[in-house]
Nanobody, 125 residues
């Protein structure tokens, strides 16, 4: 299984970025997908998750309204749209696959089976 993130970079505060994660080696349309992030010196934290069909999504409470997760099962790709970015959003963003159902611990990194290598997001003030 391989998850490859792209779309990170440097953006000014208030700007937007869209991250992409393309998966291979798994039946993508059967997999719950998620995004996590990790800032220097901090633990990896949950950002968002989306059901296999794309019909149900969940977000970290602090990010809801600014971030949006979506997927295109025909392209084996999950996206994270990030708007109104703040300096505190700067982190390495990781794509995760093989996540649990909504009834599970979907906000826990331990619940995901597959991980990408991460993409750096830097937000300048």
């Amino acid at each position: 299984v391989q998850l490859v993130e792209s779309g990170g970079g440097l953006v000014q505060a208030g700007g937007s970025l869209r991250l992409s994660c393309t998966a291979s080696g798994l039946t993508f349309s059967n997999n719950v997908m998620g995004w996590f992030r990790q800032a220097p010196g901090k633990e990896r934290e949950f950002v968002a998750r989306i059901s296999a069909s794309g019909g149900i999504s969940r977000y970290a409470v602090s990010l809801k309204g600014r971030f949006g997760i979506s997927r295109d099962n025909a392209k084996n790709t999950v996206y994270l749209q990030m708007n109104s970015l703040k300096p505190e959003d700067a982190a390495v963003y990781y794509c995760a696959g093989g996540g649990p159902p909504l009834s599970g611990s979907y906000a826990s990194a331990d619940a995901y089976a597959y991980w990408g290598q991460g993409t750096q997001v830097t937000v300048s003030s």
